[in-house]
Each structure stands twice: as C-alpha cells, then as structure tokens.
Nanobody, 129 residues
Framework: QFQLVESGGGLVQPGGFLKLSCTASGFSLDNYAIGWFRQAPGQGREAVSCIGTNDGSTFYKDSVKGRFIISRDNAKNTAYLQMNSLTPEDNGVYYC??????????????????????WGKGVLVTVSS
C-alpha cells in the first residue's frame, strides 16, 4: 500500500503561518522528487514548490518565493512546506506529490498530473480574517 498523507492544513488569519507535512507510507522517499501542488476552487492544479530527488535543488512559484520553504527529512520519510505571511491568494487544497526518478526541482514542478507517480489526498488551507 503506497500512500502519501498530508497534514497541517487549517484556517489562519492573513499574515499567519502553517507548516504542512507529507509522510510516505509503503515506500521510501529517498529516491523520489517531491512537490507541493495547489488547487483553488474553479482552477487547475498548479505547482507551488518542489525539491529534487537527491541534488539539493528547490523551486518556488514566484508568488511564494521568500515566504514558503520546502524541505525533506528522509530519515522520517517526510517532506514539509513551511508557509509564512499567508494571504487569501494562498487559499486552496494543497497536494503532496512524488516521482520515483532522478529529477531536479524545476523539472518536478513542470510535470503535469499524468507525470506524477503518487498523490496525497490533499489538505485545505484557508486564509481569512
């Protein structure tokens, strides 16, 4: 049973922060590139941030650069997305994704849905006063 399970979503005020977690079950993230994708109501799924398989590379969508930090802890089989200075434009369902292939972060974030090996079920992030 191969799964990605996200946690850490919720409701926060503008300017607040959240830390999302993505834990793999049934496989090791050591050999996987990881990405966080976001889908707002009525919109398509877009890449927010990615981290390379094993080259240390990271990629951020322009609108979150300087506010979000992606990281991974292979010993815990978990990836994270620290989200700071949140705004309503950050609203949406955040999905963790993994690809079992040597990829740099930028390549991971260019993949379409069909190119992803595993998806989490998503967590809702709502930024509202």
């Amino acid at each position: 049973q191969f799964q990605l399970v996200e946690s850490g979503g919720g409701l926060v005020q503008p300017g607040g922060f959240l830390k999302l977690s993505c834990t793999a079950s049934g496989f090791s993230l050591d050999n996987y590139a990881i990405g966080w994708f976001r889908q707002a109501p009525g919109q398509g799924r877009e890449a927010v941030s990615c981290i390379g398989t094993n080259d240390g590379s990271t990629f951020y969508k322009d609108s979150v650069k300087g506010r979000f930090i992606i990281s991974r802890d292979n010993a815990k089989n978990t990836a994270y997305l620290q989200m700071n200075s949140l705004t309503p434009e950050d609203n949406g369902v955040y999905y963790c994704a993994a690809v079992g292939f040597p990829l740099a972060a930028s390549a991971m974030c260019r993949l379409t849905t069909n190119g992803i090996d595993y998806w989490g079920k998503g967590v809702l992030v709502t930024v509202s006063s």
